[in-house]
């Protein structure tokens, strides 16, 4: 594997920490859904991540952003009832017909169908490839697992037409070294071509050539140009956006852009904007592909980001604060369909935070939240 000559920086063990876990707090044992007030527009999801027995967690949204609670599944396999340190924990298909989750607890990841009406039916359950999966990203009939068990990899399987997976032989790369490097996330870019992985420890994003047999190739190693890069998500135009958690040091939170290049290189477009907040983990694109969000876990709030022509980043406010959270935000997603809203899940509140998107990027708060969340919830993914 291609390797730089960087140190390793061990304070991106601060930010670790900052990031993945869930703060003291007693939510109930289980979610208490807003009241049904008009008809929905899609489905939210998010994973108890429990160790006696991991659960996907449904939500109608409805025409005005609100959300109404819709289920629980099982995934048949079990989490670790504590913060993964990770963004991609669940993730629908492309064309929604599918929803994956990792069971981090029993080293397994579970496939659903997904119904028209939003609702889940089990169809498997398999082994990781590892240890401790944390991160999945599908592109097609291929899905991938990034495990954080013992050194660490990424494992590739093919998805059947009856939503079973089976491993592709070949498919399992070793990340930019064996064990330490921490990673937060996996994800195919757009085009399906690249697999992308962060790695905290080691301030180094890992790119892996796919082959069209769907085998990952030896993966090239990036240099980060912040501190301890954590979530990331590919724009319309295929540039890479990615949260810089900066060791989880005050105010020094920021985010960055790339341009994949045909060798696996990533070209700075901008390098590590800030946004004066602090363990800035988290990213979700808006709907057409101008604003980028980060949530940032330790002073509790989101920071938007407009995104220029030629991948250049400008925050929508000056202060870095966009919108404030009910506490310790984990992860966020966006929806796909009607209005936009954005979602933001809170470790510390047990809660899933609710704001409309406006023409401008601007996120105005809604009510109709999620509160009461299990201690360990995880993930985030809407339809």
């Known amino acids: 594997m291609k390797r730089l000559n960087n140190a390793v920086l061990t304070a991106a063990a601060v930010a670790a920490a900052a990031c993945a876990e869930n703060p003291t707090a007693s939510p109930d044992s289980s979610p208490s859904p807003s009241s049904s007030v008009t008809a929905a527009t899609g489905s939210l999801y998010t994973a108890t991540n429990g160790a006696a027995g991991n659960e996907v967690l449904s939500y109608r949204i409805e025409a005005d952003g609100s959300l109404t609670f819709d289920g629980a599944a099982a995934t048949g396999g079990a989490g670790t009832g504590a913060g993964l340190g990770n963004q991609g924990g669940v993730v629908l298909s492309d064309n929604g017909r ?23 039916t089990r ?54 070294q064996a064990g330490g490097v921490d990673p937060a996330q996996i994800q195919f870019s757009n085009d399906g071509r690249w697999l992308v992985v962060t790695e ?31 979530g990331f998500a590919f724009d319309h135009a295929g540039r890479l956006i990615v949260s810089n958690a900066a060791g989880g040091a005050a105010g ?79 992860d966020a997603a966006v929806t796909h369909r009607g209005r936009q809203y954005l979602y933001v899940l809170n470790g510390a509140a047990g809660a899933i935070d609710a704001f409309e998107v406006g023409p401008d990027g601007e996120l105005a708060p809604l009510g109709g939240g999620v509160t009461g969340l299990p201690a360990g919830t995880n993930g985030l993914a809407a339809h």
């Not at 994956?100 to 119904?115: H, I, L, M, Q, Y």
């Not at 498997?124 to 991938?144: E, R």
């Not at 990899?153 to 070949?170: K, N, Q, V």
């Open 98 to 120: 599918w929803l994956f989750a990792v069971n981090a607890g029993s080293d397994e990841v579970s496939v659903f169908a997904r119904r028209p009406d939003g609702s889940l």
């Open 252 to 330: 020094a939170g920021s985010v960055s852009s790339y341009a994949v290049a045909g060798d696996g290189s990533l070209h700075v477009l901008d390098a590590a904007v800030p946004n004066f907040q602090s363990a800035s983990c988290w990213i979700a694109i808006s709907r057409n592909g101008l604003f980028a969000y980060t949530t940032n876990a330790a002073t509790n709030n989101t920071s938007g980001y407009h995104i220029g022509a030629r991948g250049g980043l400008t925050l929508l406010d000056a202060s870095g604060v966009t919108a404030m959270n009910s506490g310790g935000p984990i």
């Open 200 to 230: 905290k420890n080691t301030d180094r994003i890992v790119v892996y050539p796919v082959a069209p047999s769907g085998d990952a190739g030896t993966g090239v190693v990036n240099h980060s140009h912040g501190a301890t890069p954590f």
């Open 123 to 176: 169809t498997d359950v398999v082994g990781s490839g590892g240890s401790t999966p944390i991160s999945v990203t599908q592109s097609g009939s291929l899905l991938y697992v990034l495990n954080r068990g013992g050194d660490g990899g990424i494992a590739g399987f093919r998805l059947s037409a009856h939503g079973t997976l089976s491993m592709i032989p070949g498919s399992q790369q070793g990340l930019s």
